[in-house]
């Protein structure tokens, strides 16, 4: 076995391993963070190496298990794609293994049961690390099953908690419908190819039509997995109530999974791209970033808000994609590769920013028992490390220069830009609207990300606990502290980054980025040097000497010292904590602008001691118009088959016996 | 020689951002002036607002109580971004090594770093106008972005390019062609230039009024040198916008080549264009009534609406022909 997947066997038995270890921790609680986790961390290290020897070498290896059926063994196979999303799943893990050991400490004394957590949060990472490298359906498919049912487990630790109960269960209905949508999926590319191997999937030949069939059924699948509108409705509610380190994994991680389910059945399997799927692809990935962020702008529970946020990014992520597809099926290679490193970029992006983002709300969490935005404020000043990093987060998903998440979507409008050089008149102006919307995304994230900040971390404490919140542990600092230099890292050496990720496309669509950086570590052409150019690494250098040049002359003594005094206020009463614009009151003109999209109830009701109070539910649009109907449709039906179930074991007998008679008889 | 001209060039390159800097409170002045005739008063001297830096950067900086960190770091971090930005722009000479590093959106871009943390020092002291104001700030913002991008991107799908360079000459070399699309696409520049700047009928500038501020509102709290740069980066903004318009819209005259005689024209023609531009705007905020917050989102519609058309229009009438 080449080197690449042996590190990534170790990953896996790592990833195991530190399963199995916390078996132990029924009778030693303190071995989750002293051996566990530490297990945990060094899975992920694995898989980056294992990633980076893939991306680097840009070779295919295979290999064959002695596991699986007799006449199907398990067949591994790690080429770029592979290694690249076994590096973006590595680098979180990573994280979360520094992360984790002061964060899962509140747990010790707690009642939930330990060696769940770490148990199936194992099994979690083996099971996406198992699907990123599967070379056939069978174990494709049982490492996604692994993956979303010990997933399940970890969003439903909090147990006590109904809602949370609830969120974990619509999370498992979710999970399977879409699985077996996948699985269907695959039925259709196994039928016509012959085999369960991606190797005879790829050979299958497939008429437009049934490959369309193959196409909408992985999107229907992969996008429920991915959280895409309007079947993103689980998200939110599950993500949340997960442990802070976990939601990172699943919102920065997991997520990604899906992207390369959708991107390994699409682009490799299926292996022919028509524009068709790339219109579809790109509407739903613009709708998903617009009411994504939209959602999350009015969210005031900053792990749901968080979560919302995810929807926006993976929107972003498949209007990449879309893109690609359009541009490979209407034969513009080159701009297809654009399209697709574009989003490749924005994954990884995604996953440090979000991971990043996580774990500051899991510190704010651990350190003041609150989520509640409207409940924070001046967090900046008693965790001033938490603060900082949590601002590179924000300005990262905010699209920033010189952020790395602006990286991502310079890329995305630059491939969005080059719409010209298509013949089609409607496709010519359908993706700059695509665009217009991704820009529109991008400034509403910003608001949203200036509210998250200045409520929770800027002004004066909204209440107690808050005002008495410390600093968190060394560890937790550290795992946002990686995540933040590779924010600040990707975005200003965007050049190498497209280095490594340019060998995706070239396997996978056969097309490289040749001229993206042939003009030196300096400048990122994704075209051509007149066509476009972006300097990051002269950004950040102007910007930083000219802000150490301010420090400098701060420091010096030769600007007069700042004094202290009141605020002014306009000459007001000195202001109190309440006084402040709260996180609702910050979103209240765009709520008010984008109203349709919302269900808002609000109500001022007279109590009977005469004071007033006011009410504001903001819902969410696609539950009533895509979930209630299902959920009524399904009760319907439970209702009428409920009449089956007559008590009498002879009926039933009577029942099972001619289902297997009409089972036989459709099969002879 | 090689060696020569690469220097000159970022030599001129730097010479230019310091003069996009140095020009800026001239043209706020120029618009006060006008404004001041149009309305029967003498005004201001020209050269006021130099006046009014000078004795801001002098003055001792108060800062409050409750302020963070981020409220005194702030006003460098606005002021670099959107200097950083301006220096992309070509003000006087086409052939410059900046507009490589940055493309119009990574000047976009810039501007939102600049706002990002202007809103967020807003929000820092923790009072209530210092919220609003960041609230409305980003309404304004995330409506007036898509706008400017999409106008942008006309003008990028005409010229292959989204340099602002190669924009300018690629207009250049179209030579004097009416394109529905560029009118369109000026008309939303010019609403979007308007908003972001926070001049009326969005914002105004000269109001302390409490409940009608936006960007008054989010300075509210700042003194000394700290208000003198957060003033001063407004004003190179304006003066942004004002050479964005002016010179991809109206190229002529720019300097294409970095011969003395050319630069002088250039820096000739870019003040004329720039004086008519700043009468422009002193006559429309002299006749226009600032409107209501909520009124905004459809005067940003608009903009983008104009945008789309200038776009379609591109793409339907311009591409085959």
Same mark, same amino acid.
């Given at each position: 076995?080449?080197?690449?997947?042996?590190?990534?066997?170790?990953?896996?038995?790592?990833?195991?391993?530190?399963?199995?270890?916390?078996?132990?921790?029924?009778?030693?609680?303190?071995?989750?963070?002293?051996?566990?986790?530490?297990?945990?961390?060094?899975?992920?290290?694995?898989?980056?190496?294992?990633?980076?020897?893939?991306?680097?070498?840009?070779?295919?290896?295979?290999?064959?298990?002695?596991?699986?059926?007799?006449?199907?063994?398990?067949?591994?196979?790690?080429?770029? @794609?592979?290694?690249?999303?076994?590096?973006?799943?590595?680098?979180?893990?990573?994280?979360?293994?520094?992360?984790?050991?002061?964060?899962?400490?509140?747990?010790?004394?707690? +009642?939930?049961?330990?060696?769940?957590?770490?148990?199936?949060?194992?099994?979690?990472?083996?099971?996406?690390?198992?699907?990123?490298?599967?070379?056939?359906?069978?174990?494709?498919?049982?490492?996604?099953?692994?993956?979303?049912?010990?997933?399940?487990?970890? *969003?439903?630790?909090?147990?006590?908690?109904?809602?949370?109960?609830?969120?974990?269960?619509?999370?498992?209905?979710?999970?399977?419908?879409?699985?077996?949508?996948?699985?269907?999926?695959?039925?259709?590319?196994?039928?016509?190819?012959?085999?369960?191997?991606?190797?005879?999937?790829?050979?299958?030949?497939?008429?437009?039509?049934?490959?369309?069939?193959?196409?909408?059924?992985?999107f229907l699948g992969f996008g429920m997995k991915a959280g895409l509108v309007p079947l993103h409705a689980w998200l939110p509610e599950a993500h949340p109530v997960a442990p802070s380190h976990i939601s990172a994994l699943m919102s920065g991680v997991m997520l990604k999974v899906a992207v390369y389910g959708f991107i390994r059945f699409v682009f490799d399997l299926i292996g022919e791209a028509h524009w068709q799927w790339g219109v579809a692809v790109t509407a739903v990935g613009s709708l998903s970033a617009l009411l994504g962020v939209l959602y999350?702008?009015?969210?005031?529970?900053?792990?749901? @808000?968080?979560?919302?946020?995810?929807?926006?990014?993976?929107?972003?992520?498949?209007?990449?994609?879309?893109?690609?597809?359009?541009?490979?099926?209407?034969?513009?290679?080159?701009?297809?590769?654009?399209?697709?490193?574009?989003?490749?970029?924005?994954?990884?992006?995604?996953?440090?920013?979000?991971?990043?983002?996580?774990?500051?709300?899991?510190?704010?969490?651990?350190?003041?028992?609150?989520?509640?935005?409207?409940?924070?404020?001046?967090?900046?000043?008693?965790?001033?490390?938490?603060?900082?990093?949590?601002?590179?987060?924000?300005?990262?998903?905010?699209?920033?220069?010189?952020?790395?998440?602006?990286?991502?979507?310079?890329?995305?409008?630059?491939?969005?830009?080059?719409?010209?050089?298509?013949?089609?008149?409607?496709?010519?102006?359908?993706?700059?609207?695509?665009?217009?919307?991704?820009?529109?995304?991008?400034?509403?994230?910003?608001?949203?990300?200036?509210?998250?900040?200045?409520?929770?971390?800027?002004?004066?404490?909204?209440?107690?606990?808050?005002?008495?919140?410390?600093?968190?542990?060394?560890?937790?600092?550290?795992?946002?502290?990686?995540?933040?230099?590779?924010?600040?890292?990707?975005?200003?050496?965007?050049?190498?980054?497209?280095?490594?990720?340019?060998?995706?496309?070239?396997?996978?669509?056969?097309?490289?980025?040749?001229?993206?950086?042939?003009?030196?570590?300096?400048?990122?052409?994704?075209?051509?040097?007149?066509?476009?150019?972006?300097?990051?690494?002269?950004?950040?250098?102007?910007?930083?000497?000219?802000?150490?040049?301010? *420090?400098?002359?701060?420091?010096?003594?030769? @600007? +007069?010292?700042?004094?202290?005094?009141?605020?002014?206020?306009?000459?007001?009463?000195?202001?109190?904590?309440?006084?402040?614009?709260?996180?609702?009151?910050?979103?209240?003109?765009?709520?008010?602008?984008?109203?349709?999209?919302?269900?808002?109830?609000?109500?001022?009701?007279?109590?009977?001691?005469?004071?007033?109070?006011?009410?504001?539910?903001?819902?969410?649009?696609?539950?009533?118009?895509?979930?209630?109907?299902?959920?009524?449709?399904?009760?319907?039906?439970?209702?009428?088959?409920?009449?089956?179930?007559?008590?009498?074991?002879?009926?039933?007998?009577?029942?099972?016996?001619?289902?297997?008679?009409?089972?036989?008889?459709?099969?002879? | 020689?090689?060696?020569?001209?690469?220097?000159?060039?970022?030599?001129?390159?730097?010479?230019?951002?310091?003069?996009?800097?140095?020009?800026?409170?001239?043209?706020?002045?120029?618009?006060?002036?006008?404004?001041?005739?149009?309305?029967? +008063?003498?005004?201001?001297?020209?050269?006021?607002?130099?006046?009014?830096?000078?004795?801001?950067?002098?003055?001792?900086?108060?800062?409050?109580?409750?302020?963070?960190?981020?409220?005194?770091?702030?006003?460098?971090?606005?002021?670099?971004?959107?200097?950083?930005?301006?220096?992309?722009?070509?003000?006087?000479?086409?052939?410059?090594?900046?507009?490589?590093?940055?493309?119009?959106?990574?000047?976009?871009?810039?501007?939102?770093?600049?706002?990002?943390?202007?809103?967020?020092?807003?929000?820092?002291?923790?009072?209530?106008?210092?919220?609003?104001?960041?609230?409305?700030?980003?309404?304004?913002?995330?409506?007036?972005?898509?706008?400017?991008?999409?106008?942008?991107?006309?003008?990028?799908?005409?010229?292959?390019?989204?340099?602002?360079?190669?924009?300018?000459?690629?207009?250049?070399?179209?030579?004097?062609?009416?394109?529905?699309?560029?009118?369109?696409?000026?008309?939303?520049?010019?609403?979007?230039?308007?908003?972001?700047?926070?001049?009326?009928?969005?914002?105004?500038?000269?109001?302390?009024?409490?409940?009608?501020?936006?960007?008054?509102?989010?300075?509210?709290?700042?003194?000394?040198?700290?208000?003198?740069?957060?003033?001063?980066?407004?004003?190179?903004?304006?003066?942004?916008?004002?050479?964005?318009?002016?010179?991809?819209?109206?190229?002529?005259?720019?300097?294409?080549?970095?011969?003395?005689?050319?630069?002088?024209?250039?820096?000739?023609?870019?003040?004329?264009?720039?004086?008519?531009?700043?009468?422009?705007?002193?006559?429309?905020?002299?006749?226009?009534?600032?409107?209501?917050?909520?009124?905004?989102?459809?005067?940003?519609?608009?903009?983008?609406?104009?945008?789309? @058309?200038?776009?379609?229009?591109?793409?339907?009438?311009?591409?085959?022909?």
């Open positions: 076995m080449a080197i690449g997947l042996d590190l990534a066997a170790l990953a896996v038995g790592l990833a195991l391993a530190s399963a199995l270890a916390s078996a132990l921790t029924i009778r030693a609680p303190r071995l989750l963070r002293l051996l566990v986790l530490p297990l945990f961390g060094l899975a992920g290290a694995a898989a980056v190496a294992a990633g980076l020897v893939a991306l680097v070498r840009g070779e295919v290896s295979t290999a064959v298990l002695p596991l699986g059926l007799p006449w199907l063994p398990w067949q591994v196979r790690l080429d770029a @794609l592979s290694g690249f999303f076994l590096a973006l799943i590595g680098v979180v893990t990573f994280a979360v293994g520094l992360y984790g050991p002061a964060y899962v400490r509140g747990f010790e004394r707690g +009642r939930d049961p330990l060696p769940v957590l770490g148990g199936f949060a194992g099994l979690f990472l083996a099971g996406m690390l198992l699907v990123v490298l599967a070379d056939d359906a069978f174990l494709f498919m049982v490492a996604w099953e692994v993956m979303s049912l010990s997933s399940y487990f970890l *969003v439903v630790f909090h147990h006590d908690n109904p809602a949370n109960r609830r969120a974990a269960f619509l999370y498992l209905l979710m999970a399977h419908v879409g699985g077996l949508a996948i699985l269907l999926g695959y039925g259709v590319l196994a039928s016509f190819g012959g085999g369960f191997g991606f190797e005879a999937m790829r050979a299958a030949p497939l008429s437009f039509g049934w490959a369309s069939v193959a196409f909408s059924l992985a999350a702008l009015v969210q005031n529970d900053l792990k749901r @808000l968080l979560a919302y946020s995810s929807v926006e990014n993976l929107g972003i992520i498949f209007i990449g994609l879309g893109l690609a597809l359009v541009f490979q099926g209407t034969g513009q290679g080159l701009l297809a590769a654009l399209a697709f490193v574009a989003a490749l970029y924005h994954a990884i992006n995604h996953a440090l920013f979000k991971g990043l983002l996580f774990f500051g709300a899991g510190a704010i969490l651990h350190s003041t028992h609150e989520r509640d935005l409207d409940q924070m404020g001046g967090l900046l000043r008693r965790m001033p490390w938490t603060g900082l990093f949590f601002l590179v987060g924000t300005l990262s998903i905010s699209a920033l220069p010189p952020f790395n998440g602006f990286v991502s979507e310079w890329l995305t409008f630059q491939a969005a830009l080059q719409a010209w050089q298509l013949e089609s008149g409607v496709l010519r102006s359908l993706i700059p609207i695509a665009a217009a919307m991704l820009a529109l995304t991008g400034a509403l994230a910003a608001a949203c990300f200036v509210k998250v900040y200045g409520v929770a971390f800027l002004g004066q404490a909204r209440s107690r606990h808050v005002r008495r919140a410390r600093q968190v542990p060394l560890g937790m600092r550290a795992g946002q502290g990686v995540l933040a230099f590779l924010c600040l890292l990707f975005g200003v050496l965007p050049t190498r980054v497209v280095d490594l990720i340019e060998a995706v496309p070239r396997q996978i669509l056969g097309q490289g980025l040749p001229e993206a950086t042939a003009h030196g570590w300096l400048w990122l052409t994704p075209v051509a040097p007149a066509t476009a150019s972006y300097g990051a690494p002269l950004i950040a250098f102007v910007l930083l000497v000219l802000a150490l040049l301010a *420090v400098w002359a701060a420091r010096r003594g030769t @600007l +007069r010292r700042a004094r202290r005094c009141d605020p002014w206020d306009c000459g007001f009463a000195p202001p109190g904590a309440r006084m402040q614009y709260t996180a609702t009151a910050f979103a209240q003109p765009l709520r008010r602008v984008f109203a349709l999209l919302f269900r808002i109830e609000e109500r001022v009701e007279q109590r009977e001691n005469g004071l007033l109070r006011h009410r504001l539910v903001v819902g969410d649009r696609a539950w009533g118009l895509f979930y209630a109907p299902v959920v009524r449709a399904v009760e319907s039906a439970a209702a009428r088959i409920v009449r089956l179930q007559s008590g009498n074991v002879r009926i039933y007998l009577g029942w099972t016996l001619s289902t297997l008679l009409v089972l036989l008889w459709i099969i002879s | 020689m090689d060696y020569l001209l690469i220097a000159s060039s970022w030599g001129l390159a730097l010479l230019q951002a310091l003069l996009f800097a140095a020009l800026a409170p001239l043209l706020v002045g120029w618009v006060r002036k006008v404004k001041a005739w149009l309305q029967n +008063r003498r005004g201001a001297p020209l050269l006021q607002p130099y006046r009014d830096l000078y004795k801001l950067l002098g003055k001792e900086v108060r800062v409050a109580h409750t302020a963070s960190v981020l409220f005194r770091a702030a006003p460098y971090v606005v002021f670099i971004a959107t200097w950083l930005a301006a220096s992309a722009v070509p003000l006087v000479a086409v052939a410059l090594p900046t507009a490589a590093i940055a493309d119009i959106i990574v000047v976009v871009g810039l501007l939102a770093l600049a706002r990002f943390f202007l809103a967020l020092a807003g929000m820092d002291v923790g009072t209530a106008f210092g919220g609003m104001g960041a609230s409305r700030e980003m309404l304004v913002s995330a409506l007036a972005e898509p706008a400017m991008l999409m106008a942008v991107f006309t003008l990028a799908m005409t010229a292959h390019s989204t340099n602002l360079a190669s924009v300018v000459d690629a207009q250049l070399a179209g030579g004097l062609v009416l394109r529905p699309s560029y009118l369109f696409a000026l008309g939303a520049l010019v609403l979007v230039a308007l908003a972001e700047t926070g001049r009326i009928p969005v914002d105004n500038p000269a109001t302390h009024l409490e409940l009608t501020m936006i960007h008054e509102a989010m300075i509210l709290e700042y003194s000394g040198r700290h208000l003198a740069l957060m003033e001063w980066a407004a004003q190179v903004k304006l003066l942004l916008y004002g050479v964005l318009i002016a010179n991809i819209f109206l190229p002529w005259g720019i300097a294409g080549s970095l011969a003395p005689a050319d630069l002088v024209l250039g820096l000739a023609a870019v003040a004329l264009k720039l004086l008519a531009l700043g009468a422009a705007l002193a006559l429309a905020e002299t006749v226009l009534a600032k409107m209501r917050l909520f009124r905004a989102p459809a005067f940003l519609n608009l903009a983008l609406l104009l945008a789309l @058309l200038g776009l379609l229009g591109h793409v339907i009438l311009e591409v085959g022909a």
